[in-house]
Structure formats: C-alpha cells, structure tokens
Nanobody, 123 residues
Framework: QVQLVESGGDLVQPGGSLRLSCAAS????????MAWFRQAPGKDREAVSC????????WHLYSVLGRFTISRDIARKMVYLQMNSLKPEDTGVYYC????????????????WGQGTQVTVSS
C-alpha cells in the first residue's frame, strides 16, 4: 500500500526559505514519478515540480523556476522540495504525489496523494 506523508510546512516571511519533505512507503522511487502540487485558497490545485522515474530530469512550474528545487533520495524513499525566495503567492497546501510508470512526470494523472502540508508566506 502506497503512503505519502508530507512535512516541513510553516509560516515564513517573504524572501524566506522552506524545505518540504515527503516520506514514501510502499513504493520504489526508481519506478515512480514523484511530484509536488499546491492549492491556494479558492484556486485549483496546480503542479509545482516533478521528477520522473526514469531519470533525474526535473520539471518546474514557470513561476517557481530558479527558486524551487525538487530532489529525491531513492534509498531513503524521500522526496524533497527546497523553496527559496518565497513569495506570498506561494501560499497554499502542498501535496506530494506518486505515480507508477515511466515517461514524462509533468503530463500524467497521479494516483497516490499525501494529506498535504500548509505553507504560508506572509509578513
């Protein structure tokens, strides 16, 4: 059974940094695409960053390019999202997602989801 547990969300000032973590169980990250999504109040959920199973080429939403970095530790079954230069518009609930299979990580329907962790960027 696949289980994803996020942590690391917090209240941070604009310009600050956070590192989100996703602990995955029941998966082998070598065979799963992993992604971070976020949902701001009153808005649809959107993909922020992802990394495919076949290689380490990550994808990032244009608005977070150069500020956010996704990474994974296959042995520890952990996925991370390093977020720097945070802006108020980055506020939202951040979800970790996993999907079995090869191919692009940015154009797939993710099957497994965590419960989310709240990120609030405010002064």
């Amino acid at each position: 059974q696949v289980q994803l547990v996020e942590s690391g969300g917090d209240l941070v000032q604009p310009g600050g940094s956070l590192r989100l973590s996703c602990a995955a169980s029941g998966v082998n990250l070598e065979y799963y695409s992993m992604a971070w999504f976020r949902q701001a109040p009153g808005k649809d959920r959107e993909a922020v960053s992802c990394i495919s199973s076949s290689d380490d080429s990550p994808w990032h939403l244009y608005s977070v390019l150069g500020r956010f970095t996704i990474s994974r530790d296959i042995a520890r079954k952990m996925v991370y999202l390093q977020m720097n230069s945070l802006k108020p518009e980055d506020t939202g609930v951040y979800y970790c997602a996993a999907d079995l299979g090869i191919g692009s990580c940015s154009t797939r329907n993710y099957e497994h989801w965590g419960q989310g962790t709240q990120v609030t960027v405010s002064s």
